[in-house]
Structure formats: C-alpha cells, structure tokens
C-alpha cells in the first residue's frame, strides 16, 4: 500500500491532520493504538471555533461532546469560588466523533496494529503497519507524549507527575474541581452520566517503596475530593516539554508530540486539533508546492516555540498566584512572574491622527494562506513579537496603504468599513490592539515613513 501521508496516533492531533489531509485530496493511513482516551477534559470556549475550521462544530455538538463547565476552585487564597469556565468534554465520544469525519473525508485507519520503525526510500519513507509494508511520502508523528519518531524533548518547566483515578461516587456541585495544597494540586471532572476523573499533580521526587500507598493517601489531602477511590492509579508525566525538532524533512510531529501542555492550562486537546491542522498545512505544502518546503518548515518550527513560550508564561502565571501564599518549592519552581507588560496599546479618540507605529517595520515571513504556507507581508512591531501578517484575515498589505497618509481616527474606520465591508470595525479594532497603529499627537502634514526589509 502507498500513501501520500502516514500518520501514527489516532488522538485529536492525528484525527485532525487526517481528516484535513484527505479533504485535500491526499491519500491518508491513520495508525490508532489500544489505549483509552480519559473520561473528561476541560477544554476554552476558544475549541468551538477550531472544530469550525475542521468542519466538525455541528456534528460534535450534535453527539453531545461538550458539557457545560463551571469550576470549583481553591487556588491562589481564593477558596471554593466558583466560575463558568468552558467546557468538560466527553473524550471518548469527541475522538468517536472526530473518526467517523476523517473516515468520510477518505482516511483509511488501521486499529490495534503495532508500527515498524520508518525506513528512508528514495520516495520517501517505508513502514510496516501491522503485516502491511507501506509507502509513505510524509510521515506524521502525532503519538501523544511520547512520540513515535526518535528525538530529544525539552522540558518547558519542573517535572510534573500526574496520579488519575475514579471516585467511586463524584462530589455534587460543580463539573470542576481545582484545588491547591502546599506540594501539589488536584483536578476532577465529571461527566452528566456521574463518570467521574480524579488526578492528583504531584513532583515525580515522591519516591521510595510506600509509593503507591503515599499516592492513595495524597488524594485524602483534597478538601473538594473526599470520596473513595476505586481501581488501580494510573501515573503519567504532565509536566510541558516540546520536541527539539517539531519538523523535519518528510516528517512532521504534531499535537502532544511536538509540544505537550501542563494540564493547569486545560489547553491540550484544542491545541492538539489545531497543531493537527497546521501539520496538516505543512504536509499539503510539502507535496503539492516543493519550492516552499524550507518556509512551511520554518512556519511550523516559528509556531511551536511560540506557543511553547506562550504556554510558559501563561501556565507559570497561574502557578505564581498559588507561589504568593505557598513557599513550598512545588510552588516557587514552577511560578513564573511576569516583567511589567508594555504600555498598554492606545485607543485613538475620533478626531486624532493615526498611523504605523514608529519603528515597525514591513517585512517578508511565511503566511499561512488557504491550505498552503507561502512568503508573505507581515508588519514587525517590536522585535520581540511575532511579524502581523493578517488582521481579522485580511492580508495586511491591503490595510496598510489606508494609514500611511495618517488619516484621522473616523476618517479611517470609514475608509475601512467602505473597503472591507463590516470586517472594517474589527480591522480598525485590530490595528490598535496589536499596535501596529497608534494615535499622533504630531504634526498634520508629516509623511508616515515604512522602511522595508526582507
Ligand atoms: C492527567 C492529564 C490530564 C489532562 N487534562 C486535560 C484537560 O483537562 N484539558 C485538555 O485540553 N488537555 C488535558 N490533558 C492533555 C490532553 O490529554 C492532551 O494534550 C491531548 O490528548 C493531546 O492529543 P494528541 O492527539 O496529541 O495525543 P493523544 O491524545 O495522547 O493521542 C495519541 C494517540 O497515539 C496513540 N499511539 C501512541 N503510540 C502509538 C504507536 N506506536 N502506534 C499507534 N498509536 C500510538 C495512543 O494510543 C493515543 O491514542 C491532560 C493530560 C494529562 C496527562
């Protein structure tokens, strides 16, 4: 059998590059393991507009995958404050569900068979999947945590070891447990049919022959929790780590495979959707645009540490507000205090002048565009951030000419809402939020310099 992509890992992230892989037109092998998803996972509003981009919003919703959320939390000297928070979802019917597309979208999938190491070819790669040899021009490494391709992992933060279990019967109350203690933290969800997941975040030192017994004792600690245990403990690392090399020529990793979150975040399962996507992309490149390989590569490396250094500081944040009341070293290892942020970016009042920012500079970078990653414009604010190549999608060199003559702030919504319609509003939004422009207390009749490089 021959495939144009071979993909290794039946969760969200593999499901997702599957499914987007073979709506393109290409020939698909999703390789599924035997282990079980977990009962529930929390999930932001933000996974709706993802499963949007997948095509798959209506069908998960119509099969009852989302739960609506709120959370129980004692963190940070707040005690049992409750939040609607977004979702818990039903794991094992979102996977069912997600299947069933990438099925219909023309996706083979094979279950339960083991997968050779792969083989370099002169037309790409050679595996065996179970007592099939197979072709392969790409390969897709979305093999959860541990990964199905050989490479080195870093670590994002301390170690984390995550202790799950069942409650024989969950709390009342809330969907979401989150609680602090002085070395660890706990997490519970449960399902409307009363499943329940329990897990107890602790620093993998905990160590020495009363282990298991010092793990079952760890959840009587939980205020929130106090129910039963039932079953065996199941341990995993949970700590964030990201693949050194996230891309590679023929190979791509995605989901937990190229950069696994800490739970705190409850951002896994969308970023694995969305990391399944974007691997998709850069996979459609590599086999219909060859020109562009070396940017797509570059476009995906670019993503994965950016969101890797958003993960860290967005995470350590919320380890931090525990680390102002907690001296315990779980706590001060893990928090990280962010510098002071930047001046705020400034709203302009109608009747002033607007225009680039100075010092922003209009460069190339490679965009995303439909299906395919390609040289773009982008606008590079400040050195430290990411190039802006869209705004509300639109390309920003087709924004740009309407603030180089520094027009007032009304003049240039208007401009903006005659051009792009009602998008025009969240252009003008955008602008100001990302700072590319900003209101001038400067002479009318100066020029609005762009220097451009790249
Ligand atoms: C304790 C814990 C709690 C979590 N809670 C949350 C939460 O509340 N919210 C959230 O968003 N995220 C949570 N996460 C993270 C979330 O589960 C992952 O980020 C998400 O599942 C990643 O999806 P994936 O597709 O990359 O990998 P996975 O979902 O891990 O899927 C990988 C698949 O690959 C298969 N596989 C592995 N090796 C092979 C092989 N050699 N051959 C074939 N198949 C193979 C595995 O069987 C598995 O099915 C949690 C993680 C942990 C550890």
């Given at each position: 059998?021959d495939?144009?992509?071979?993909i290794?890992g039946g969760?969200?992230?593999g499901?997702?590059a599957?499914?987007v892989?073979?709506?393109?037109?290409?020939?698909?092998?999703?390789v599924?393991?035997d282990?079980r998803?977990?009962?529930?996972?929390?999930?932001p509003?933000s996974?709706?507009?993802?499963?949007?981009l997948?095509?798959?919003?209506q069908?998960?919703?119509?099969?009852h995958?989302?739960?609506?959320?709120?959370?129980?939390?004692?963190?940070g000297g707040?005690?049992?404050?409750?939040?609607?928070?977004?979702?818990?979802?039903?794991r094992?019917?979102?996977d069912a569900?997600?299947?069933?597309?990438a099925?219909?979208?023309?996706a083979?999938?094979?279950?339960r068979v083991?997968?050779?190491?792969?083989q370099r070819?002169?037309?790409?790669w050679?595996?065996?999947?179970?007592?099939?040899?197979v072709?392969?021009r790409?390969?897709?490494?979305?093999a959860?945590?541990?990964g199905?391709?050989?490479g080195?992992?870093?670590?994002l933060s301390?170690?984390?070891?995550a202790?799950?279990?069942?409650?024989?019967?969950?709390?009342?109350?809330?969907?979401?447990v989150?609680?602090?203690?002085?070395?660890?933290w706990?997490w519970?969800m449960?399902l409307?049919?009363g499943e329940n997941?329990v897990?107890?975040?602790?620093?993998p030192s905990?160590?020495?022959?009363?282990?298991p017994?010092?793990?079952r004792r760890?959840?009587?600690?939980s205020?929130?929790?106090n129910g039963?245990i039932v079953g065996?403990?199941r341990?995993?690392?949970a700590?964030?780590?990201?693949?050194e090399?996230?891309?590679?020529?023929g190979?791509?990793?995605?989901?937990?495979?190229?950069?696994a979150?800490?739970?705190l975040?409850?951002q896994?399962?969308a970023?694995a959707l969305?990391?399944g996507f974007?691997?998709?992309v850069?996979?459609h490149?590599?086999?219909t645009t060859p020109e562009?390989?070396?940017?797509a590569r570059?476009?995906y490396?670019?993503?994965?540490?950016e969101?890797?250094e958003l993960?860290?500081?967005?995470?350590?944040?919320?380890?931090?507000e525990?680390?102002?009341?907690?001296?315990?070293?779980?706590?001060?290892?893990?928090?990280?205090r962010?510098?002071?942020p930047?001046?705020?970016?400034?709203?302009p009042?109608?009747?002033?002048r607007?225009?680039l920012q100075?010092?922003a500079?209009?460069?190339?970078t490679?965009?995303?565009?439909?299906?395919?990653i390609?040289?773009?414009l982008?606008?590079?604010?400040?050195?430290?951030?990411r190039?802006?190549?869209f705004?509300?999608?639109?390309?920003?060199e087709?924004?740009?000419?309407h603030?180089?003559d520094?027009?007032l702030?009304?003049e240039l919504?208007?401009?903006?809402?005659?051009?792009?319609g009602?998008?025009?509003?969240?252009?003008?939004?955008g602008?100001?939020?990302s700072?590319?422009a900003k209101p001038f207390?400067?002479?009318?009749n100066?020029?609005?310099?762009?220097?451009?490089?790249?």
């Amino acid at each position: 059998m021959d495939v144009d992509a071979l993909i290794v890992g039946g969760g969200p992230a593999g499901i997702a590059a599957a499914s987007v892989l073979s709506t393109l037109g290409h020939r698909v092998l999703l390789v599924c393991g035997d282990s079980r998803p977990r009962v529930a996972e929390s999930c932001p509003p933000s996974i709706l507009s993802i499963l949007e981009l997948l095509n798959v919003r209506q069908e998960v919703e119509v099969a009852h995958c989302f739960h609506a959320r709120r959370a129980m939390v004692h963190w940070g000297g707040r005690d049992r404050a409750v939040f609607e928070a977004g979702f818990v979802v039903d794991r094992r019917r979102l996977d069912a569900v997600l299947l069933k597309s990438a099925v219909r979208a023309g996706a083979s999938v094979a279950t339960r068979v083991r997968v050779s190491a792969p083989q370099r070819v002169s037309s790409g790669w050679r595996v065996r999947v179970g007592d099939q040899s197979v072709g392969a021009r790409v390969l897709i490494d979305a093999a959860g945590r541990r990964g199905w391709l050989p490479g080195k992992r870093r670590r994002l933060s301390a170690p984390l070891l995550a202790v799950v279990a069942s409650l024989q019967r969950a709390w009342s109350g809330p969907e979401t447990v989150v609680e602090a203690v002085p070395d660890a933290w706990f997490w519970g969800m449960k399902l409307p049919t009363g499943e329940n997941v329990v897990a107890a975040f602790v620093d993998p030192s905990v160590r020495g022959p009363t282990r298991p017994c010092a793990f079952r004792r760890l959840f009587e600690r939980s205020s929130l929790l106090n129910g039963n245990i039932v079953g065996q403990l199941r341990l995993c690392a949970a700590g964030p780590v990201s693949a050194e090399q996230p891309v590679g020529e023929g190979w791509v990793r995605a989901g937990d495979a190229a950069l696994a979150y800490d739970p705190l975040s409850a951002q896994g399962v969308a970023a694995a959707l969305s990391g399944g996507f974007l691997a998709a992309v850069v996979t459609h490149t590599t086999l219909t645009t060859p020109e562009n390989i070396a940017i797509a590569r570059e476009f995906y490396r670019l993503r994965i540490t950016e969101s890797a250094e958003l993960h860290v500081r967005n995470v350590g944040a919320h380890y931090a507000e525990q680390a102002a009341i907690t001296a315990t070293p779980f706590w001060q290892t893990r928090a990280f205090r962010s510098p002071p942020p930047n001046a705020p970016p400034s709203s302009p009042q109608p009747g002033e002048r607007v225009g680039l920012q100075p010092g922003a500079r209009v460069t190339s970078t490679p965009v995303l565009t439909g299906n395919l990653i390609c040289e773009g414009l982008a606008v590079l604010v400040f050195d430290e951030t990411r190039p802006i190549a869209f705004i509300a999608g639109t390309p920003i060199e087709e924004i740009l000419p309407h603030i180089a003559d520094r027009p007032l702030a009304n003049e240039l919504k208007d401009r903006l809402v005659v051009r792009f319609g009602r998008q025009g509003h969240e252009i003008y939004r955008g602008l100001f939020a990302s700072q590319i422009a900003k209101p001038f207390a400067l002479p009318e009749n100066s020029s609005n310099s762009v220097e451009t490089t790249g």
